[in-house]
C-alpha cells in the first residue's frame, strides 16, 4: 500500500499519545524498536549528556552524534572526550565542508557572524546545517534533547514531531522533563556535565556567539546575545527561518530512509516496531 507524508504525520500524533505514558527508557526502547535508522544530535548541554547516558544504558541502536563546528569551547571538546571514555560510545562527528568554510571566510571574514543577521545565519549554515543534513542523511529519526522549558519557543514542542522538511520523525523524549528532573539524573548517575554550568553558561554553543547569562535572564539569553530576541536561533530546531536551512535538497526528496516508518503505518491504525 502507497503510504504519504500524512500519513507519518498521523503516526507522529499516535506516538506522541503512547510517548506520555511512558518512562524514558521505554521511550528510548520504542524508537529503537520503530527506527530503521535513528540519530541522536548532540550538543553536550545537560539534557544531551542526560540522553547520551541513557541511550548507552538502553543499547538501543541510535547512532549518537555531534556537530563539530569548530567553534565550541575547550571544555565541550574535552567533555566530548570524557563522554566517549566513559561510555564507551562512538559519538560521530560532523564537520564543515572545508570549501563552503573557506568561502564563508573570504565572504564575511573569520568573525563576519556579528556584523548581521545574515552573515551569522550564513555561518550557522556552513558550521551546523550543512553537518546536521549529513548526519540525518540516512535518519528515518532524529532524537533530540529539547525541551519544553527551555524557551518560550519551545514550550509547545510535541514528544515526536513529523519534520516535513527533513522528511522524518523528529523525537523530544526529553519534552516534558523540568530542569530539576534533568540536573537530579545528572546527580544521580555522575553524568559528565560541561565546567561552563557552574559559570553562568546554561546554554552553550559556539564560543564566540555564548556569554554567561545575568540573574533573572532565560537559558538561552547568553546564546547570540548581540541580536534581537526574534532572530535568536540557528536554525536547527526552527523552520522556515530565512532560507538558510540548505539540507533538505542535500537530503533528498523523501528518500529510502522513511522507508521503514511507511512500513510502520498499517491500515488499521496499528503502530509496528521492527523489534
Ligand atoms: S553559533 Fe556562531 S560560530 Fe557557531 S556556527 Fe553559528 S554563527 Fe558560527
Redesign the pocket.
Known amino acids: 500500500m502507497e503510504h504519504s507524508n500524512i500519513d507519518l504525520s498521523h503516526l507522529a500524533k499516535r506516538l506522541n499519545g503512547n510517548f506520555k505514558r511512558l518512562d524514558l527508557s521505554q521511550r528510548l526502547e520504542l524508537i529503537g524498536g520503530l527506527a530503521n535508522h535513528a540519530v541522536f544530535t548532540t550538543s553536550l548541554g545537560l539534557e544531551d549528556q542526560v540522553l547520551t547516558w541513557a541511550i548507552a544504558m538502553s543499547k538501543q541502536p541510535i547512532e549518537v552524534a555531534t556537530l563539530q ?1 569548530g ?1 565550541l569551547f575547550p571544555e565541550s571538546l574535552s567533555l566530548l572526550s570524557d563522554t566517549k571514555d566513559r561510555y564507551q560510545i562512538d559519538i560521530k562527528e560532523y564537520y564543515p565542508e572545508p570549501e563552503a568554510l573557506k568561502d564563508y571566510v573570504a565572504t564575511h571574514g573569520q568573525d563576519g ?1 556579528y556584523d548581521s543577521v545574515e552573515a ?1 545565519k550564513a ?2 549554515n556552513v ?2 546545517l550543512k553537518p546536521l543534513a549529513a548526519a540525518l542523511r540516512y535518519a528515518d529519526v532524529w532524537v533530540t534533547g529539547l525541551r519544553r522549558e527551555q524557551s518560550l519557543d519551545r514550550s509547545s514542542i510535541e514528544f515526536v514531531e513529523w519534520d516535513d522538511d527533513r522528511g522524518l520523525l523528529k523525537v523530544n523524549p526529553l519534552a516534558d522533563w523540568t530542569e530539576v528532573q534533568i540536573k537530579e539524573a545528572v546527580a544521580a548517575n555522575q553524568i559528565p556535565i560541561n565546567p561552563l554550568h557552574e559559570r553562568g553558561f546554561p546554554s552553550i ?2 564560543a ?2 555564548t556569554r554567561a547569562i545575568r540573574p533573572g535572564e532565560s537559558e538561552r539569553a547568553g546564546r547570540w546575545w548581540w541580536e534581537q530576541q526574534d532572530t535568536r536561533e ?1 536554525g536547527l530546531h526552527v523552520g522556515g527561518d530565512g532560507g538558510e536551512r540548505g539540507e533538505s535538497s542535500e537530503r533528498g526528496e523523501s528518500g529510502e530512509a522513511v522507508s521503514s516508518l511507511h512500513e510502520a503505518v498499517q491500515p488499521e491504525g496499528e503502530i509496528h516496531s521492527h523489534a
Do not use: S
Open positions: 563546528t567553534r557572524f551569522r555561518c550557522c558550521r551546523k554553543g559556539c564566540p556567539c540557528c
